[in-house]
């Protein structure tokens, strides 16, 4: 944001400070703008001008920014805490549970934004506010995307009049972009979340699919991404939730994905989260989190209602168990740091599994129709008319992808976006003070292929990969990068060729993914003859290769590269995965590294 921009919204958001102070002077005093307007969510001036007239009627309340838009809006970020601390040292040093809640990541879904509101307002006014906990919320992430304000801008969703866009001004969907972490905002977020190190974290949106009973339903990761205690606290944290939810009048369940779309009959259907979502990559970070989504067909004061019923209840919760949840994550932290958990495969990727248990779904009455328009079948509910069905929901996924962990992973000084990428996620970062001879375990890639279609601004890759063990010279300055710290599950994610959402799927290696030099004809027939003269079994070789694969037998091209690729000539680093695994903890220790970098 530039100097006149910054001054512009500061001038703004006074006035608006100042009509709000003249009239309500006080915190209890201060309706937020959607329960002037139950209809309606404020933009993001008339937001950040309430949140900064909160702060500035209550000590409790710090309001502040943690980064700017593409566009120039300033990230808001509001901090409650019940002795007014407002900095993550101080409140480390009180031994305080951090809880960062997030609203309009997606700017449509607006709700978060408004229970939060008058959740902060409410801690504000009372007298006896929960002591151990400090409160950040964010009540809009998606800054630039929110003030693309439209009434047609969720067009399954039942209010409010007007909404938010789901993407940022660059057209990124921030919850796609935990790891890669393209879109300054997101940036921004991993700056925020290594300063404060949350201990739970709740990402608030609004659903779309299929319509039934509940105004509620969750994400929370119990299938095996997160560690193994946290889970099971998690667990009993969310039985927990549903159980006083439900007394309340606001039934909650997993979130709805049914096996064939729309169908409840059909059986729901659980999965595990990758790290490129907010519960996933809070569990890769050790954290346990809670993924809202309030239902969109609800109309929208009840979704904020239920929304902040919700934040209430898991309020309550945590500072009931706040004790357990801080020993719990430092132990999760200190466990992906000993040598136990590098032992073990890591699982990176999930699958769907078979097995099912029955489940009491509460939907609504629906009849399938055949459109004499579009020739498709589709649903109609009846949301009127309330039907329980009891289903089988299959929520056991099964590994489909895993990694042996090395005890630490090289990254040549030139990848200099992926070693930023990783400061961003708080890696420790040492780097080789000389150069060193190394034999690393690695890939090679083959049968490259890229989506057509961008997804998130980039062209997804895909590939084999042929384990090797190589030796090479890294230069000094090639980042070493120790497993024996917290954020081992993170960096196994975004550095294993397996993983789902690794670096290296998101195109940040394309450049390996190529050869550069090439030959003339006349010049590697010639080598060819040389080599079958003196090695014949290359002629039985080829043979072979030819009759396995008629392109090949048929293209005189490509058995002369066939024959490059086995010449001194050929690149032996192209499609050779640069990042190489150490596996001896000896050898770890023992390279001369400067002192460890953390984030820039």
């Known amino acids: 944001m530039n100097g006149l921009q910054r001054f512009c919204q500061v001038f703004v958001n006074?006035?608006?400070?100042?009509?709000?102070?003249?009239?309500?002077?006080?915190?209890?005093?201060?309706?937020?703008?959607?329960?002037?307007?139950?209809?309606?969510?404020?933009?993001?001036?008339?937001?950040?001008?309430?949140?900064?007239?909160?702060?500035?009627?209550s000590p409790q309340v710090t309001f502040t920014y943690f980064g700017d838009s593409p566009q120039g809006r300033a990230l808001p970020l509001v901090v409650w805490d019940r002795d007014g601390l407002a900095n993550p040292a101080s409140c480390r040093a009180a031994g305080r549970l951090v809880l960062l809640i997030e609203a309009c990541i997606h700017a449509g879904e607006s709700c978060g934004k408004d229970a939060g509101m008058t959740l902060v307002r409410d801690l504000a006014a009372a007298a006896d506010g929960p002591t151990g906990i400090t409160i950040l919320f964010i009540p809009i992430f998606n800054v630039d995307g929110h003030e693309r304000f439209g009434p047609y801008n969720r067009?399954?969703?039942?209010?409010?009049?007007?909404?938010?866009?789901?993407?940022?001004?660059?057209?990124?969907?921030?919850?796609?972009?935990?790891?890669?972490?393209?879109?300054?905002e997101m940036q921004a977020w991993l700056r925020l979340w290594n300063a404060w190190q949350p201990h739970f974290f709740i990402d608030i949106h609004s659903t779309d699919g299929a319509d039934?009973?509940?105004?509620?339903?969750?994400?929370?990761?119990?299938?095996?991404?997160?560690?193994?205690?946290?889970?099971?606290?998690?667990?009993?944290?969310?039985?927990?939730?549903?159980?006083?939810?439900?007394?309340?009048?606001?039934?909650?369940?997993?979130?709805?994905?049914f096996r064939e779309w729309h169908d409840p009959r059909s059986g729901l259907q659980t999965w595990v989260s990758g790290p490129r979502f907010s519960q996933g990559y809070a569990a890769v970070r050790?954290?346990?989190?809670?993924?809202?989504?309030?239902?969109?067909?609800?109309?929208?004061?009840?979704?904020?209602?239920?929304?902040?019923?919700?934040?209430?209840?898991?309020?309550?919760?945590?500072?009931?168990?706040?004790?357990?949840?801080r020993a719990l994550v430092a132990a999760a932290d200190h466990r992906a740091a000993s040598p136990a958990f590098r032992a073990e495969p890591l699982v990176l990727a999930w699958q769907a599994g078979e097995e099912s248990e029955p489940f009491t779904f509460l939907g609504v009455e629906y009849a399938e129709r055949r459109s004499e328009i579009s020739g498709g079948d589709y649903f109609v509910y009846h949301a009127d008319r309330p039907q329980t069905f009891v289903v089988q929901h299959y929520n056991r996924p099964v590994?489909?992808?895993?990694?042996?962990?090395?005890?630490?992973?090289?990254?040549?000084?030139?990848?200099?976006?992926v070693l930023e990428r990783l400061a961003l996620h708080g890696?420790?970062?040492?780097?080789?003070?000389?150069?060193?001879?190394?034999?690393?375990?690695?890939?090679?890639?083959g049968n490259v292929r890229w989506e057509t279609r961008p997804v998130q601004g980039r062209h997804l890759a895909s590939f084999d990969a042929e384990p090797v063990t190589v030796t090479a010279v890294f230069p000094a300055g090639t980042a070493v990068i120790d497993l024996a710290q917290p954020a081992a599950r993170l960096i196994a994610h975004a550095l294993e060729p397996a993983a789902p959402d690794a670096?290296?799927?998101?195109?940040?290696?394309?450049?390996?993914?190529?050869?550069?030099?090439?030959?003339?004809?006349?010049?590697?027939?010639?080598?060819?003859q040389e080599m079958t003269a003196a090695d014949p079994v290359l002629l039985d070789e080829l043979a072979e290769h030819k009759a396995s694969d008629a392109a090949f037998a048929g293209n005189p091209w490509a058995i002369r590269y066939w024959f490059y690729e086995r010449t001194p000539y050929y690149d032996q680093q192209a499609f050779l995965y640069p990042v190489g695994c150490l596996d001896e903890r000896a050898v770890v220790d023992s390279l001369r590294v400067n002192e460890i970098l953390t984030q820039p």
């Open 503 to 528: 670096l290296v799927r998101w195109g940040f290696f394309d450049a390996v993914m190529t050869r550069t030099e090439y030959v003339e004809s006349y010049v590697i027939e010639q080598i060819m």
């Open 155 to 184: 067009i399954n969703q039942n209010g409010p009049r007007e909404m938010g866009w789901r993407v940022t001004a660059q057209n990124l969907d921030l919850n796609r972009d935990f790891v890669k972490a393209d879109a300054p």
């Open 286 to 325: 050790n954290r346990p989190a809670l993924l809202v989504e309030a239902h969109m067909l609800k109309p929208y004061p009840v979704r904020v209602e239920a929304t902040r019923a919700l934040l209430d209840r898991t309020l309550a919760y945590l500072a009931a168990e706040q004790d357990a949840l």
């Open 427 to 445: 890696v420790r970062i040492a780097r080789l003070r000389e150069d060193a001879k190394l034999a690393v375990r690695t890939w090679r890639f």
């Open 212 to 257: 039934f009973q509940y105004p509620l339903t969750y994400g929370v990761e119990l299938h095996g991404n997160l560690d193994a205690n946290l889970t099971q606290w998690l667990r009993a944290c969310i039985g927990t939730l549903e159980t006083d939810l439900a007394a309340a009048g606001y039934p909650l369940a997993p979130y709805v994905v």
């Open 14 to 57: 006074g006035l608006l400070i100042l009509a709000f102070l003249t009239a309500y002077p006080a915190a209890a005093g201060m309706p937020t703008p959607w329960e002037l307007d139950r209809e309606a969510t404020p933009r993001y001036a008339e937001t950040v001008a309430w949140c900064e007239a909160l702060a500035a009627a």
């Open 399 to 417: 590994a489909s992808a895993s990694a042996r962990l090395p005890e630490a992973y090289l990254v040549p000084p030139q990848w200099t976006t």
